[in-house]
């Protein structure tokens, strides 16, 4: 990182601040950014962001500070990165209050929901933006199969990769899988610029199980 | 004062200070109970009015109430655990290394023509116990702090420690007097120890005193902790790091916002005098917990602000401080001045109360 004094743009959500530090890359994170809880920072990149792409946003995210290695906030990352996506291809009418939803919903899903429960919160994720997007509740019909099968889909995928858990494996096969139900159900086809292969964040796994993860090489 | 010794050379050990270690020693009528035990419900405090027996609490990761008298030899051994990898077969963490040090303690008991047996657990002659143990782990390093029965009463041990909760431990426990039917010289069991331990571990220890640091370190872990009964009666943890400095921690964002490195420029300004006596450590949130180095000491408060997202932060002591704003120069000074002071206050209290 090299000192800076220049105006530029965050990296993350856009804001224009004077920098006080810019990478070699020309990238810059604002302060209210560098100091952001994870849930803030999740809204705040994916109400700015204008990726089509859910894997670079979730990347993105996940190379914050605030996002650790394995957590909770996963669940709802990946959620918003999809509903961000959706509201950016201009598929559905997501707003503002879509990402709390998000959040609120991803919240409730345990750490060590997919040992305890048999539900991977990345999973859960996918469900929730679906229903988010489609306004599914308990009553609705189709709206509602759309949700659980969209979730069930990505617990399977998921299921395949094995363990100890790895959150950052799970949200990449959650946004693959959602890519493939969303232009299936609804024929969106979301933009795959960035390939989580090889994974970013291999060498800051202690318990990652290498080869035998299908992000790992 | 002598759960301050041990710990001292604990520290001292995994400072890298000094070599492993092996203290034995006596003291007069105590109990010793665990970090996690009940200072109400674990120990008979009738008995130990009655016998004019001390209570006291060792730090540890086990549950346990020891008894102590002139009749004990007690030993704690300060050891860096991966010396014990290559001295069993079919080695298990945590319980190999106890199982071990028991064999060598067993293995002295054995010269004087009685049977004993070791488990991770103790040492045992038929199916009473001589020997117990409270180890303390850090990281690798183990503190393994126990007590030998040679000429104890064994009906004050049994009643000192008789609860609702524990019942009576009379058949359980034995004294090598007991097993050979007369007083022992606790020098011969020390020399027979020593021996057992070396020949166990294949060794040959050195007699050495305490350094400079270990007796600086006793006196403060005595001040702020064992001579306290804010630890002894209430457990409340004090957070010393490695050689007993203040610890002022300061969490911050990476990189560090202009407010995180405004926080940063003034703890070190006013720490910038007492730095004989206080240890700054700059946490960066999501550079994980080995940016000190491989034993890495972060107090729980910090642990709960980065769980929080409480940024940034400055804990001294291990409570929390200050909390997402820059203190002025004169309070962020007065409440480390307060935490060196709180400590001094307590020791000239100490000396009134023992004057008195």
């Keep these: 990182m090299a000192p800076s004094s220049e105006i530029v743009a965050c990296s993350l959500c856009g804001k224009m601040e004077k920098a006080d530090y810019v990478c070699p890359d020309g990238h810059y994170i604002c302060e209210d950014c560098r100091l952001a809880s994870p849930d803030r920072l999740v809204k705040k990149v994916c109400e700015a962001t204008q990726e089509t792409d859910p894997t670079k946003i979730a990347i993105l995210l996940m190379k914050h500070p605030a996002i650790q290695m394995h957590g909770p906030e996963h669940h709802y990352l990946v959620s918003c990165a999809l509903l961000a996506v959706l509201r950016n291809l201009g598929k559905f009418k997501i707003d503002g209050s879509a990402f709390d939803k998000a959040i609120s919903r991803g919240k409730k899903v345990l750490l060590g929901s997919c040992g305890l429960w048999g539900v991977c919160g990345a999973a859960a994720g996918v469900g929730m933006a679906v229903s988010i997007a489609t306004k599914a509740t308990m009553m609705s019909d189709k709206e509602r199969s759309l949700s659980m099968q969209a979730a069930s889909e990505v617990l399977n995928e998921i299921a395949k990769i094995g363990g100890p858990r790895c959150c950052k494996a799970s949200t990449f096969a959650a946004i693959e899988t959602a890519a493939r139900f969303f232009e299936r159900e609804f024929g969106i086809r979301f933009s795959s610029s960035e390939n989580p292969r090889s994974c970013y964040f291999k060498v800051l796994n202690k318990e990652c199980f290498g080869n035998k993860c299908p992000y790992f090489g | ?356």
């Design chain 2, 1 to 356: 004062m002598n759960l301050a010794v041990n710990e001292s050379i604990f520290r001292s050990r995994r400072e890298g200070l000094t070599q492993d270690t092996l203290r034995l020693w006596q003291s007069p009528n105590s109990v010793v109970i665990g970090t996690r035990n009940s200072y109400g419900d674990d120990v008979n405090h009738e008995a130990c009015r009655k016998y004019c027996i001390e209570i006291v609490r060792a730090i540890s990761v086990v549950n346990g109430v020891l008894y102590q008298d002139m009749g004990n030899l007690n030993f704690a051994v300060a050891a860096d655990a991966a010396f014990f990898k290559h001295l069993i077969e079919d080695y298990q963490p945590v319980l190999s290394e106890y199982q071990i040090l028991n064999e060598g303690i067993a293995k002295g008991l054995q010269m004087f023509g009685v049977d004993a047996k070791a488990d991770p657990s103790g040492i045992y002659i038929g199916n009473r116990r001589i020997s117990e143990a409270l180890p303390l782990w850090f990281y690798d390093f183990l503190l393994f702090q126990g007590t030998l029965l040679i000429n104890t009463d064994l009906d004050i041990y049994n009643e000192a420690t008789r609860t609702e909760c524990s019942p009576e431990k009379k058949d359980a426990l034995t004294s090598l007097s007991f097993e050979l039917g007369k007083n022992i010289q606790i020098d011969d069991v020390k020399k027979a120890l020593v021996k057992g331990v070396e020949e166990r571990l294949n060794v040959r220890f050195e007699e050495e005193c305490l350094v400079e640091n270990e007796q600086k370190l006793i006196k403060k872990l005595y001040r702020v902790k064992y001579g306290l009964s804010k630890w002894n009666v209430n457990a409340h943890k004090f957070f010393l790091i490695g050689m007993g400095k203040t610890a002022v921690e300061v969490f911050v964002a990476y990189p560090p916002t202009s407010m995180c490195r405004e926080l940063i420029r003034l703890v070190n300004d006013v720490v910038s005098d007492l730095q004989d006596e206080v240890k700054v450590m700059v946490w960066m949130r999501g550079k994980g917990m080995y940016q000190h180095g491989p034993y890495p000491e972060m107090s729980s408060a910090l642990r709960a602000a980065e769980k929080n997202n409480v940024i940034p932060v400055i804990i001294i002591n291990g409570e929390l401080k200050f909390r997402k704003s820059v203190p002025s120069k004169e309070d962020l000074r007065k409440t480390i001045l307060n935490a060196l002071w709180f400590k001094r206050k307590k020791s000239s209290r100490k000396r009134v109360e023992k004057n008195a």
